[in-house]
């Protein structure tokens, strides 16, 4: 009975996207120039350019920096693949109920976008001057009249 019972699990996760995607996925950022710290709002940094491994259902902002250029945030969502639809779809004939549970509690279904995120870096603007300190300006000088 045992053996029968692990047999009807395999095949219920055969159609499953958790098991046929997994529950994370490779993620790009590049950046225009290279060499931009990337930050997540999740904690994840690196150096453009460079991979992340992410959490299907995680979404993000990507917050791009280097010195003398603006700082650029991107932000990264989720939407259905449609590879993670097909295997989703899968549970239908064989994954069933316990199927769609997996992929829906594990975003299995989901990719990233953009992906690669990509941004093209604006040189910083210089700061503006202090306000320049003013002086009271002198007194008008006295008109001397001409003596004869």
Do not use: W
Not at 62 to 72: E, I, L, N, R, V
Not at 83 to 106: C, E, H, K, Y
């Amino acid at each position: 009975m045992r053996i029968l019972a692990v047999i009807a699990l395999a095949l219920t996760l055969g159609g499953c996207a958790t098991v046929t995607r997994g529950t994370t996925s490779q993620v790009d950022f590049q950046s225009n120039p290279s060499g931009a710290a990337m930050r997540t709002s999740h904690g994840h940094n690196c150096v453009t350019p460079c991979t992340l491994q992410m959490n299907r259902k995680d979404e993000f902002i990507a917050t791009f920096s280097k010195p003398g250029f603006a700082d650029q945030e991107v932000n990264v969502r989720t939407k259905v693949a449609g590879s993670g639809a097909a295997g989703f779809a899968g549970n239908v004939l064989i994954g069933g109920v316990i199927g769609m549970a997996a992929d829906a509690a594990t975003g299995a279904t989901l990719e990233h976008y953009p992906n690669p995120v990509s941004v093209t870096l604006e040189p910083a603007r210089p700061a503006a001057p202090p306000p320049s300190v003013r002086r009271p300006r002198p007194p008008p000088a006295a008109k001397r009249e001409p003596t004869s």
